[in-house]
């Protein structure tokens, strides 16, 4: 067994201070005064439950160019789900009524916008709820809702494809390249993490790879959206189960070049693309947004607010199942499998994913041309990291 990597090791070993590659540099983004003095009296808290740490992703910064997000912003009492869960159903039923509104008008493009923000809008409000809360199935369903209505009023730029997996259909997002007949691209498949939802997301991220010349496909990988909340399909530790499915599907596809296939996994994603790695050879190249090596370390015990939201998607009954079941979900004797090129973000002050995972999967990937990539994790959304991503597959997969 290797040996584990405690913070004085990691900070020698220039963690949170070194890049393999490109020179990007830059400080983690910066947190408004007012979360910052919130978190000093809560987080870590010794001698509390879970080590007092509360939700800090329910929290939304005022600086945005959106104003129903900036009135939230307002409004929203930080860490409290409650109030996180009422003020984005809020805001998103006030969309609804507009694109309501907008349709009966005949505004189908301004109706279509609507639905979209709506949908959105539902996503966050869904996002934290848990498996025991009443409005979670119902608020999930207005995100399903929203999204389809959204979908049917202009050609969307994707394609929505069931793939068979375990005798039931993973639902996807496939965006093609709109190329000549006879031609294939390279394609690169999204992996999410805990909190992971298909529908309502980010509409910027499939564009930088179709941009690029590379198909994209985003899932709802089991663990994640519909399938844990509807189907109760739950995530296993060998996802290499889930890529095969998913991979098994891309090469059926004339428009696909079986041979330029990518894996992008982010955040529980971060341990789950480069475990795919180890046993699908198809996978031609891995990035990580948030690289991690062993769940139990770098996350369940890394972030106890997570614990619970863990345990539902993996299945488990109970917490203790739930921290037992997690030490099925390592790298532990496999990393030195992956062979494909290996891109590992991480960020310095990652406070829900462990950083000296990221470090370790890049110690023990040996057989592997890796990288690392600083500022790239929970908390973090600088632009030129997503699209230096993008331009590392394009380079990997050959893209045009």
Sequence with gaps: MSPKIGRREAIKAGLGTFFIGRGLTGEA????????????????????????QLEIRMFQPAEHPDPDVRAVALRVKPYNLESWHAEWKQVAGKNEELAVQFESEGRKVTAHESYRRAADFYRRAVLYLPQTDARMLPTYNKLEEMFDKAWKLVRPPF??????????????????????????????????????ILLGGDPGIAPQYTSRGIAYIDLDAPGHGGSLRLQKLYAPPDSERVAKAVIDYLVARPDVDSNRIGLHGSSMGGYSAPRCATAEKRIKAVAVWSGAFSLREDLFDYYPPIQD????????????DARRRTGEFTLE???????????????????????RGALRLH??????????????????????????????????????
């Excluded at 030195?336 to 406070?351: S, T």
């Design 309 to 320: 939201r863990l345990r539902w998607l993996m299945g488990a009954t109970d917490l203790a």
């Design 363 to 400: 110690r023990e990937a040996v057989n592997s041309r890796r990288e690392m990539l600083e500022g790239v994790g929970h908390g973090e959304r600088r632009f030129e990291l997503r699209t230096y991503i993008a331009d590392w597959f394009a380079k990997q997969l050959e893209a045009a």
């Design 29 to 52: 983004g910066a947190q408004i005064p007012q979360q910052e003095d919130m978190e000093k009296e809560l987080y870590p808290a010794p001698g509390l439950p879970g080590g007092g």
């Design 333 to 355: 004797g496999r990393a030195g499998q992956i062979e494909c090129p290996l891109l590992i973000g991480y960020n310095k002050d990652d406070r829900i994913m462990d950083p």
């Design 159 to 196: 394609e929505r494809v069931g793939i068979p997996y375990q005798g039931q259909t993973l639902q996807a997002l496939y965006y093609p390249i709109r190329s000549a007949a006879g031609q294939s691209s390279p394609v690169v498949y999204n992996l999410a993490g805990a909190d992971g």
